[in-house]
């Protein structure tokens, strides 16, 4: 499984703590465990003058400490987005095709940056329901077909809500057709955790559904792998895919909830909505 981070801040901040600094911080889980090396591309998105700025690499993270630390301290935004991978491959291409960074995450479009962790099953049958937003993938990373999807749905004027409702009504749908033609499928996802900003608001979702397994969180072992967490003041809201350290008072995200944040009034102002 991937690993996210998300930060949003009042003023203009870093986040060395979370992604380089921390016991858990976001390097410190690319190799945490042996067994579950985060080592297939990393990529920090952030907002420079209003705009979309991405720093990426196809390479392992633990690998290039130096090009984490000098995009992190170059990242100094009020928001600030990061992802390390672990590549999911559901069409089971050649390794060659999926490690890139065309692959590599965030993706961004428009003013929106956004990051996942977890796998589309079924990214080809996806695809297919985007139209011409189709040939907007560049790559074949299946949460690439993800984030387009949510694009879609966003620019025909659908709040994220509904387009996070209509993605899984979507993937149930498909798979009723799919799973006779897949059967080395179980499922149509394995994990819908994202977090996404427009350069103002900061969203991050976790949806894990049915899946079920008894691993656990990389560093301090001690949540399910799945299981978000966020911790929030009224200056920074910070969210992860696991806690970076024991220090902070780190509240889990559970299954199907949406955190939706914004700054009002000089203070972080956050709401939770169920995603069924």
């Known amino acids: 499984m991937c690993r996210l981070f998300g930060m949003l801040s009042v003023k203009p901040a870093s986040a060395a703590k979370y992604i380089l600094e921390d016991p858990c911080s976001l390097y410190a889980q690319s190799k945490a465990d042996p067994k579950r090396l985060?080592?297939?591309?990393?990529?920090?998105?952030?907002?420079?003058?209003?705009?979309?700025?991405?720093?990426?690499?196809?390479?392992?993270?633990?690998?290039?400490?130096?090009?984490?630390?000098?995009?992190?301290?170059?990242?100094?935004?009020k928001v600030i987005l990061a992802h390390i991978r672990r590549a999911s491959n559901p069409r089971g291409l050649p390794r060659e095709k999926i490690i890139?960074?065309?692959?590599?995450?965030?993706?961004?479009?428009?003013?929106?940056?956004?990051?996942?962790?977890?796998?589309?099953?079924?990214?080809?049958?996806?695809?297919?329901?985007?139209?011409?937003?189709?040939?907007?993938i560049r790559g074949?990373?299946?949460?690439?077909?993800?984030?387009?999807?949510?694009?879609?749905?966003?620019?025909?004027?659908?709040?994220?809500s509904s387009a996070l409702r209509r993605l899984k009504e979507t993937l149930e749908d498909l798979w009723k057709e799919a799973r006779r033609r897949r059967p080395d499928k179980k499922q149509p996802y394995v994990g819908l955790n994202m977090i996404l900003s427009d350069g103002k608001c900061l969203y991050a979702y976790c949806g894990h559904g049915d899946y079920k397994t008894s691993s656990k969180s990389l560093c301090f072992g001690d949540q399910p792998v799945l299981e978000m967490s966020y911790v929030l003041d009224r200056d920074r809201?910070?969210?992860?895919?696991?806690?970076?350290?024991?220090?902070?008072?780190?509240?889990?995200?559970?299954?199907?909830?949406?955190?939706?944040?914004?700054?009002?009034?000089?203070?972080?102002?956050?709401?939770?909505?169920?995603?069924?």
């Open 38 to 77: 985060q080592g297939d591309g990393w990529g920090i998105g952030f907002y420079e003058d209003g705009s979309p700025k991405l720093i990426k690499s196809e390479r392992p993270v633990y690998m290039e400490y130096e090009a984490l630390s000098s995009a992190v301290q170059h990242a100094r935004s």
């Open 100 to 136: 890139s960074k065309e692959n590599s995450q965030p993706f961004s479009y428009g003013r929106y940056i956004f990051v996942h962790n977890g796998t589309i099953m079924i990214p080809d049958e996806l695809a297919d329901v985007l139209g011409d937003w189709k040939e907007k």
């Open 140 to 160: 074949f990373n299946d949460s690439e077909v993800y984030f387009w999807f949510l694009m879609k749905e966003l620019h025909e004027g659908r709040d994220l």
């Open 237 to 276: 809201l910070v969210v992860a895919s696991e806690k970076t350290n024991r220090e902070e008072n780190w509240k889990p995200i559970n299954d199907g909830e949406l955190l939706i944040s914004r700054i009002i009034d000089g203070e972080i102002v956050m709401e939770v909505e169920e995603i069924p």
